[in-house]
T-cell receptor, first 114, second 114 residues
């Protein structure tokens, strides 16, 4: 069965500092991987996705993520964080079985300090 | 293109009542999935509909049900509400059934059960 682990519940970074959010997945085959962001009281916005091909994927708002099969990881990175990046970030894995449901991690809450 | 819309945005009900939530997918999208988000359990998949048929179901009791109409709009119903049903209910639309594809989320319906 698929599962996602986000080891960091809460991360605090200074504005302008770099950011890396960790995500590890469990899935028997090549997974479909996603990062979503959620602001308070809002739905989920897609940041980026990996289906196949280049293992370094670029997303919106300057985010990127790297798929590492050997480590079962899909970490999210941003070189310079802005105060508006403060939100909750969710990593998700999708199955290749034809089912559309996503399995989400527990999320990482990002706080940005001036 | 308009995004996924959900109505109502907020609901307050009492235990034992039933509730119906509505979701309109992105125009042209035929797959609709529902998720429940709570602080304790995180994001959990409820069910998915495609072409008016339930294709996939998560591990929720039979009190949770849904349907999809010919225009792809979907409703979910929760009968005999319990306090634990208080959650943010998110709807996601996808253009086709079957991976890979991206799910786009609506803003959610915040249900409070008193």
């Amino acid at each position: 069965a698929q599962s996602v682990t986000q080891p960091d519940i809460h991360i605090t970074v200074s504005e302008g500092a770099s950011l890396e959010l960790r995500c590890n997945y469990s899935y028997g085959a090549t997974p479909y991987l996603f990062w979503y962001v959620q602001s308070p009281g809002q739905g989920l916005q897609l940041l980026l996705k990996y289906f196949s091909g280049d293992t370094l994927v670029q997303g919106i708002k300057g985010f990127e993520a790297e798929f590492k099969r050997s480590q079962s990881s899909f970490n999210l990175r941003k070189p310079s964080v802005h105060w508006s990046d403060a939100a909750e970030y969710f990593c998700a894995v999708g199955a290749q079985t034809g089912a559309n449901n996503l399995f989400f991690g527990t999320g990482t809450r990002l706080t940005v300090i001036p | 293109k308009a995004g996924v819309t959900q109505t109502p945005r907020y609901l307050i009900k009492t235990r034992g009542q039933q509730v119906t939530l509505s979701c309109s997918p992105i125009s042209g999208h035929r797959s609709v999935s529902w998720y429940q988000q709570t602080p304790g359990q995180g994001l959990q998949f409820l069910f998915e509909y495609f072409s008016e048929t339930q294709r996939n179901k998560g591990n929720f009791p039979g009190r949770f049900s849904g349907r999809q109409f010919s225009n792809s709009r979907s409703e979910m119903n929760v009968s005999t509400l319990e306090l634990g049903d208080s959650a943010l209910y998110l709807c996601a639309s996808q253009s086709l059934a079957g991976a890979p594809d991206t799910q786009y989320f609506g803003p959610g319906t915040r249900l409070t059960v008193l």
